[in-house]
């Protein structure tokens, strides 16, 4: 089966299918693995350019409305009559197991899927035993955006990551899936610690100089603590099994005592 991805999440769910191989063609933003590399390029996410897909001839475009304006893809396939599936857009880890699922029931490859779900479950299971053994779990505070500032509320898989890792998001008080704050905001809940995750922003792009230059921010007790991250923003912000991994870095940063450290090259669902 010839398969086209057109967003990064998605070209990371056939990879743990097994079905690197399968692709054809990707979308700029994909990175992962990286076999992928030689692929063609087919666009930004948000604008793929439809006459390079439509010339692939693909057997199956694996497609995605997680992003506002993905829209005009999925009605141009149509337009042109290529195959393609949206691949539903999660909002827990759980529901990131269930797009597995989804992927291979449209690829064929549903032993496998069934596998890595149970698989993926164990994972979730084992974390939530873990957080158990935390007696005081430490506040954090994530930043998704920096102007506007927007950070995950409880509507996210990052509310729901702080709690397997021993944390507690400190804006998991607004129910939906992404906050407008602003400075002044973040400061007064004061965060233990502040994990920095810019959504499409290489963790190396990012100057820590400049985060430290908020004003008040040294009075904050994250950094007092030196308890400021730049993480990989892909292990936090992307919707696919990679997000287990990030979980993994995250608990043994609060709490290294209870929760293994995993090696930087090592993946929690191919190599569990």
Excluded at 57 to 82: C, F, H, T, W, Y
Excluded at 120 to 131: A, E, K
Excluded at 242 to 267: K, M, S, T, V, W
């Amino acid at each position: 089966m010839k398969l086209i991805s057109i967003c990064p999440s998605n070209t990371e769910l056939v990879a743990y299918l097994g079905l690197t191989s399968s692709l054809i063609g990707i979308d700029n933003f994909s990175d992962w693995p990286e076999a992928i590399n030689g692929l063609p390029r087919l666009g930004p996410d948000l604008s793929i350019d439809m006459d390079k897909l439509e010339k692939l001839q693909p057997d199956l475009v694996l497609a995605s409305l997680s992003v506002p304006g993905m829209e005009r893809n999925i009605s141009e396939m149509e337009k042109r009559q290529i195959p393609y599936v949206i691949v539903p857009n999660p909002q827990t880890l759980q529901e990131v197991a269930d797009c597995l699922l989804f992927v291979g029931r449209a690829t064929n490859t549903d032993d496998k899927a069934h596998h890595l779900y149970e698989r993926f479950t164990r994972i979730l299971q084992t974390y939530d035993s873990l957080s158990l053994q935390v007696k005081t779990p430490k506040t954090l505070y994530w930043e998704w955006w920096a102007k506007p500032i927007f950070t995950p509320g409880a509507g996210n898989w990052l509310t729901e990551m702080s709690r397997l890792a021993g944390g507690l998001n400190i804006f998991e008080d607004h129910s939906e899936a992404s906050v407008q704050t602003d400075w002044d905001d973040v400061k007064s809940r004061n965060p233990e610690v502040i994990c920095i995750v810019w959504v499409g922003v290489q963790k190396k792009q990012v100057n820590p100089k400049v985060i430290l230059k908020r004003p008040g921010w040294w009075q904050m007790n994250a950094i007092k603590n030196r308890q400021l991250y730049i993480l990989d923003e892909p292990l936090f912000c992307r919707p696919s099994p990679r997000l287990l991994n990030g979980l993994a870095r995250i608990g043994h940063f609060l709490h290294p005592d209870i929760y293994p450290q995993l090696n930087e090259h090592h993946d929690l669902l191919m190599n569990s």
